[in-house]
């Protein structure tokens, strides 16, 4: 099945905020309280309870101030960093390249929320919506983030952000055929704003929220070159309880230690050609040093020089008084 994405276009956005509430209105998630922080941007960060907000920028262009508006929610990146540290396999991906969250899975360790590239995820309780509670190990935390309204797209529906938007910022379809449209659109804008491009054909191996920039990425609050970072192996003597008697019953199925999850969750995904992987921690045990450790080598000359020193000494000690009792 062909890959499904989002196309924000920051040209089209005028911050109604329509988004945020058909966001929170479908999943059930409840408003939250705020207090003004000298903007019109509320809520002033994405929280468990808000998986998708819009950011106000100020920037000045030929002398006047103007508004730059960005959509903050996960990007669903192909090479997805949240999927790669995901220790209990809650993350993963499905066949239409939506990243995805099973909350069972989740053991709230945060993970994630270190390691995404844009700061998305978010750790909150368990019952943050009615739509979204976990029986194992329940009450706990878990880690929120946009879904792409999966639900809808499996029923044929756009996500109820894109469905929402009045201005036609958001559209959802075909990714191949948003990235002809996002460029032909950032090709269209070049003339009033020279740095227009689109952003997410193939950063982190093609991300599945694409963008209509006005600016550089760094002024919409996006990085210019997202990547994977390195991570410590996650300690598996910290999986809480209720996860352990799941795995033992058969509740979940168990992943081999060294299975790369980005290519064991999404078998069809084709690696995309870009820079250099990061290096991963080793996971294969390293072999006990043995005969052939250079140090080895050098102790053992060390030894043979010696043993050949102390031998020659003696004879010569032996010959000599060998020769000494000989004489009368
Ligand atoms: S934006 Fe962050 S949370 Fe979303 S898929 Fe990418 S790494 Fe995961
Ligand atoms: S796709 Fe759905 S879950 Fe994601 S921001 Fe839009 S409305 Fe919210
Ligand atoms: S609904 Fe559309 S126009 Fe309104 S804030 Fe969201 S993206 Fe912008």
């Not at 508004?67 to 239409?96: E, I, N």
């Not at 090709?187 to 963008?211: F, I, N, Q, V």
């Not at 030894?303 to 000599?320: N, Q």
Request: glycine content about 8%; proline content about 9%.
């Amino acid at each position: 099945m062909a890959d499904k994405a989002i196309l924000f276009d920051s040209s089209k956005c005028i911050a109604c905020r329509a988004c945020q509430v058909a966001c929170k209105q479908w999943w059930e998630l409840p408003a939250v309280s705020t207090t003004n922080q000298g903007t019109y941007e509320n809520p002033p960060d994405l929280s468990p309870e808000t998986w998708n907000r819009i950011k106000f920028k100020e920037i000045r262009r030929d002398g006047t101030m103007t508004w730059l508006f960005t959509r903050q929610a996960c990007m669903h990146c192909t090479k997805a960093a949240c999927v790669w540290v995901c220790p209990s396999y809650a993350r993963g991906y499905d066949k239409q390249g939506i990243v995805t969250i099973d909350a069972e899975r989740c053991i709230g360790c945060g993970r994630c929320v270190e390691y995404c590239p844009f700061d998305i995820p978010r750790l909150g309780k368990n019952d943050v919506s009615p739509r979204l509670t976990v029986q194992l190990g329940a009450p706990r935390k878990v880690v929120y983030k946009c879904k792409l309204c999966e639900d809808r797209i499996e029923d044929g529906r756009a996500p109820a952000c894109a469905k929402t938007c009045p201005s036609g910022a958001i559209q959802f379809g075909e990714r191949a055929d948003l990235i002809t449209l996002g460029r032909t659109r950032a090709g269209a804008l070049k003339g009033t704003s020279p740095k227009a491009r689109l952003y997410g054909e193939t950063e982190l191996g093609g991300l599945h929220a694409l963008y209509v920039l006005l600016e550089d990425p760094g002024a919409h609050g996006l990085p210019d070159d997202p990547r994977l970072g390195t991570y410590p192996d996650f300690d598996e003597n910290t999986f809480p309880a209720w996860y352990i008697q799941a795995l033992d019953s058969g509740k979940f199925a168990v992943f081999p230690p060294e299975a790369r999850r980005e290519w064991y969750m999404q078998p069809n995904l084709v690696p995309v050609p870009g820079p250099p992987e990061p290096e991963w921690p080793v996971r294969v045990a390293m072999a006990p040093p043995g005969w052939t450790g250079p140090a080895l080598w050098g102790w053992f000359g060390a030894g043979i020089i010696g043993a050949c020193a102390a031998l020659s000494w003696t004879v010569r000690r032996r010959s000599m008084l060998a020769n000494q009792n000989k004489k009368p």
